[in-house]
Structures are given as C-alpha cells and as structure tokens.
C-alpha cells in the first residue's frame, strides 16, 4: 500500500490505520467505505469507516 498517496477528499486523523497518508491528516485510499452500528444513527459515535485496517 502506498501510503505517500494523499487523498484530500478524505481528511482522517486515525494515526494507527494501515491507510493513513505518511505524517498527513488524509487517507491514503482512493475511496471509503461508511458504515453505521444502528439502523437509524443520531449521532457521529454511532458511524464509522469501515474501510479501517490497523496498522499493527
């Protein structure tokens, strides 16, 4: 994964995810996938980027 690639359509600040763009607030990925934990979410702690992989 070329992870110097910046995509600035996708601002993320997750340090440890396998696509987070080297020493940048961006994801290295050329799209994402958004995903919710309930059916009717009302509230940004109920979404999240399903794309995620840790780097670790």
Known sequence: ??????NES???TVEN???HSDGKDYCS???ICVGA???N???CKCVDCKS???AE
């Not at 994964?1 to 910046?6: A, F, H, I, K, L």
């Open 1 to 6: 994964m070329n992870t110097s690639y910046v």
């Open 10 to 12: 996708i601002r993320c």
């Open 17 to 19: 995810c396998k696509y």
């Open 29 to 31: 990925l050329g799209s």
């Open 37 to 39: 934990h309930k059916n």
């Open 41 to 43: 979410p009302t509230d």
């Open 52 to 54: 995620f992989e840790s």
